[in-house]
C-alpha cells in the first residue's frame, strides 16, 4: 500500500546480533533487487522479554522493531475470546490474531492447553478467517509439540474443517 516491505521474522530464541545480521542480509538483498524500503518485526515467543533490537557496524546501523508475545498471557486472550464468542459477538481481525499467536504468548497454561484450546475456539464458532486460523494452529502444533502432546492436538484438529480437508486428501 505505502510501496514498503514487511519482513516478519518468528523467533523461538534469542541469539541476539547474530540473529540481526541474518536479518539485515536478508532486508539488504530484497532492498537491492525491489529498491524499496524494509521494515523488519520480529515476533518473539517463549519467554524472550528483552531482546537485542539494533546493532551498528561501522556506519551503519540496523534495528528491528521487536514483538514479544511472552508479556501478554494466553489465559486471559483465550478467556476473553471465548466470552465474546459466547455473547455471539463477531471477533475482529485483530482477535482472530490473538487467538493464532496465543501459543506464542506467556502465562502459566502449556503450548499443548494453549494450542488445544485455541483449535477448539475455532472448531466450535463461527468466524471469518476460521480456516485461516485452523492451519496457523496446526502449524504451531507441528512445530511446538512432540508425542503425546502433538497427537491430542491433532486429535482436535480432526473435528475441523481443516482437519476434515487434510483427511479427504
Not at 46 to 63: H, V
Not at 99 to 106: D, E
Amino acid at each position: 500500500e505505502d510501496d514498503t516491505y514487511t519482513h516478519f521474522e518468528f523467533q523461538s530464541t534469542d541469539k541476539g546480533i547474530l540473529d540481526l545480521v541474518r536479518f539485515n542480509v536478508y532486508d539488504v538483498l530484497l532492498y537491492q533487487q525491489t529498491k524499496k524500503q524494509v521494515y523488519t518485526y520480529v515476533i518473539y515467543s517463549g519467554d524472550i522479554k528483552e531482546p537485542l533490537t539494533s546493532y551498528s557496524n561501522g556506519f551503519n546501523e540496523y534495528r528491528v522493531r521487536a514483538i514479544c508475545l511472552a508479556h501478554r498471557d494466553a489465559a486471559i486472550v483465550l478467556n476473553d475470546i471465548e466470552n465474546k464468542l459466547l455473547e455471539n459477538k463477531v471477533l475482529t481481525d485483530q482477535e482472530q490474531l490473538d487467538l493464532i499467536f496465543t501459543p506464542l504468548m506467556g502465562g502459566e497454561l502449556s503450548k499443548e492447553a494453549k494450542i488445544i484450546k485455541a483449535i477448539q475456539l475455532s472448531k466450535d464458532y463461527s468466524m471469518s478467517k476460521k480456516a485461516d486460523v485452523q492451519a496457523m494452529l496446526y502449524t504451531f502444533a507441528h512445530k511446538f509439540l512432540k508425542g503425546k502432546a502433538l497427537e491430542n492436538a491433532k486429535e482436535v484438529i480432526k473435528m475441523t474443517e481443516l482437519g476434515k480437508m487434510l483427511h479427504d486428501e
